[in-house]
Nanobody
Framework: QVQLVESGGGLVQVGGSLRLSCAAS????????MGWFRQVPGKERAFVAR????????YYADSVKGRFTISRDNAENTVFLQMNAMKPEDTAVYYC????????????????WGQGTQVTVSS
């Protein structure tokens, strides 16, 4: 049983920055891979970033590589997504997800999801 709550979304200008947080509860947090996904109306939920259980390994979608950074603090049961140099196409609802170590870049591989937080980038 894992519960996830995202926060930190909001309105930002092109080129600006936001940091999303995902607060987790449950004993299994430290053993879970964590991912960030985003979704816009009419489109499928898309992979953004993924971090391994101990935080040693990260992976990013090509569209955000070099701009976004995923990190985690297992002691605080929190995952972060630092978003820099933001573009209008980054506008979406962002979701935090938790899954087994094998969870990669498709939503069906994850077991738990947060409620989502809206990110809007103004052009």
């Amino acid at each position: 049983q894992v519960q996830l709550v995202e926060s930190g979304g909001g309105l930002v200008q092109v080129g600006g920055s936001l940091r999303l947080s995902c607060a987790a509860s449950g004993r299994t947090f430290s053993s879970s891979a964590m991912g960030w996904f985003r979704q816009v109306p009419g489109k499928e939920r898309a992979f953004v970033a993924r971090i391994s259980r101990n935080g040693a390994n990260t992976y990013y979608a090509d569209s955000v590589k070099g701009r976004f950074t995923i990190s985690r603090d297992n002691a605080e049961n929190t995952v972060f997504l630092q978003m820099n140099a933001m573009k209008p196409e980054d506008t979406a609802v962002y979701y935090c997800a938790a899954g087994p170590a094998s969870s990669w870049r498709t939503p069906t591989e994850y077991n738990y999801w947060g409620q989502g937080t809206q990110v809007t980038v103004s052009s």
